[in-house]
């Protein structure tokens, strides 16, 4: 995959920037990478049409590779459509907090109850778990020895009541004993069924849960969608675990659960120990989903490149002579984004003209700056002199940023003087060293 990639993006590179062309190819091999990770089909063609309206609607800023522009918005993309950030659980209206674990046979809910229990456990939770797995004698003595391993009763009651009865006495209970936290095993089937779902929506209907989680399998590949959509359709999940990440699955489900429910993965199971639950991270996912490292390295490579050229064209602008109160604006504005004037200074030869006192005494007072040139007109941003001529602006200002109108004077002052010594600077640059594309 990472050799047809790179093939791809040697497209995109020659043409420095992106057009609905030379996207294409590697559009195609994202979407082939995407299905190799087992993402579902339609699910793949969703992402791809939005990752190609975004990536053309992006200007390549200069100095940026297209192809890094590009893997940059398909990392992006990947990241939003997981749902941007780690979601916890949810807090209980009233009573203890009740989470019930739902899912087909086999992908891990049992232990999730006990890794669950252990992380609710660790923020000082006291936590009950329930067993209403009747269908299995065996399922209800794993619960009670998961229980025992992390010292968490199982309210249980044996394998001939009806599991919406065993959930309605477990949480009774609980809120007698007091319990913080009420965690509900389930029985799982290993089809999707109608027995399985009423049972379930009856579990639900009766504790009322504060969170149900759909554990899935991270094997579960293609077939998560639908999966997903069911469990979802039947009794309304809150979210989902992703279990068995520590195999060698891309994690292509992952995609499919919050595009298709619109519900967070919000923990991710990494290993059979009770440890071994994480909180989900969706740019771990991403970069996992993207599976090659040289894509990652590009992720990373853009990020770094796109914030220097912001600062090359920054610099450019205030050596010109259209510097203007916008473009002070968003310099102080980068400033506080990414370091001091200075080091944007810095990238240019000759600097040494400006003492690294003046700097910093011009850093400080951009912040002052800032609220007064908040309250200008756009006019009066884009043509500084105007200010300079009309003592009824510069009164109009100070009154907006509530200071004196001789603040809004020096202000002036200060900026002509600044502008003045950018394009000294500039023609002393062009005399020594001829930097290309100076103005
Ligand atoms: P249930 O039928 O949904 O309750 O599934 P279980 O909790 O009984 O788990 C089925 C099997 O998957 C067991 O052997 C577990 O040890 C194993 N398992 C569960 N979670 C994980 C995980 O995150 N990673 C790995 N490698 N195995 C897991
Ligand atoms: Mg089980």
């Known amino acids: 995959l990472s050799q047809r990639l790179d093939k791809a993006w040697d497209l995109v590179r020659k043409d420095g920037k992106l057009t609905s062309d030379n996207i294409k190819e590697p559009m195609r091999e994202i979407r082939r990478a995407l299905l190799e990770a087992d993402v579902s089909l339609p699910i793949?063609?969703?992402?791809?049409?939005?990752?190609?309206?975004?990536?053309?609607?992006?200007?390549v800023l200069k100095g940026v590779?297209?192809?890094?522009?590009l893997v940059k918005v398909v990392n992006d993309q990947l990241v939003e459509l997981m749902g941007g950030q780690q979601e916890d659980l949810n807090d209980p209206k009233d009573g203890p907090q009740v989470i019930l674990m739902a899912g087909l046979q086999g992908v891990g809910k049992t232990t999730?109850?006990?890794?669950?229990?252990?992380?609710?456990?660790?923020?000082?939770?006291?936590?009950?778990?329930?067993?209403?797995?009747?269908?299995?004698?065996?399922?209800?003595?794993q619960l009670v020895k998961l229980g025992e391993r992390i010292q968490v009763p199982v309210f249980e009651m044996g394998v001939d009541a009806k599991p919406a009865e065993i959930a309605r006495q477990g949480l009774a209970k609980a809120r007698a004993e007091d319990y913080d936290a009420v965690i509900v095993d389930t029985a799982g089937r290993l089809q999707i069924d109608p027995a399985m779902m009423s049972e379930l929506r009856e579990v639900q209907a009766t504790v009322q849960p504060s969170d149900t989680l759909l554990v899935v399998d991270a094997m579960t590949g293609q077939e998560a969608a639908g999966l997903v959509k069911a469990f979802n359709e039947a009794a309304e999940i809150t979210g989902a675990?992703?279990?068995?990440?520590?195999?060698?699955s891309r994690g292509g489900a992952a995609l499919s659960v919050k595009a298709v429910s619109g519900k967070p993965i919000k923990f991710v199971g990494t290993g059979e120990k009770l440890e071994s639950l994480e909180?989900?991270?969706?740019?771990?996912?991403a970069s996992r989903i993207l599976g090659a490292h040289h894509v990652l390295t590009l992720v990373e490579k853009a990020e770094a490149t796109i914030?220097?050229?912001?600062?090359?064209?920054?610099?450019?602008?205030?050596?010109?002579?259209?510097?203007?109160?916008?473009?002070?604006?968003?310099?102080?504005?980068?400033?506080?984004?990414?370091?001091?004037?200075?080091s944007i200074m810095k990238m240019l030869p000759g600097m040494n003209q400006i003492s690294e006192k003046q700097l910093n005494d011009a850093e400080k007072q951009f912040k002052t700056f800032e609220s007064m040139i908040n309250s200008m007109t756009p006019q009066e941003r884009t043509n500084p002199d105007l200010l300079a001529k009309t003592a009824s602006r510069r009164r109009r200002i100070a009154r907006g940023s509530g200071r004196k109108e001789v603040d809004v004077t020096n202000m002036i002052g200060t900026f002509s003087g600044m502008r003045a010594k950018m394009q000294s600077v500039s023609k002393m640059m062009k005399m020594n060293s001829g930097m290309p594309g100076m103005p």
């Open 44 to 59: 793949v063609r969703q992402f791809v049409k939005s990752v190609e309206e975004k990536a053309l609607g992006v200007k």
């Open 65 to 69: 590779r297209p192809d890094q522009q």
């Open 112 to 141: 999730a109850c006990g890794k669950l229990a252990l992380a609710l456990q660790k923020r000082n939770k006291r936590v009950l778990m329930v067993a209403t797995d009747v269908y299995r004698p065996a399922a209800i003595d």
């Open 241 to 248: 675990v992703l279990t068995k990440m520590d195999g060698d």
């Open 279 to 285: 909180v989900f991270y969706p740019d771990r996912i």
């Open 307 to 342: 914030k220097e050229s912001d600062a090359e064209a920054m610099t450019k602008r205030m050596l010109s002579s259209s510097f203007n109160f916008n473009d002070f604006l968003q310099q102080s504005k980068m400033m506080s984004s990414m370091g001091s004037m200075g």
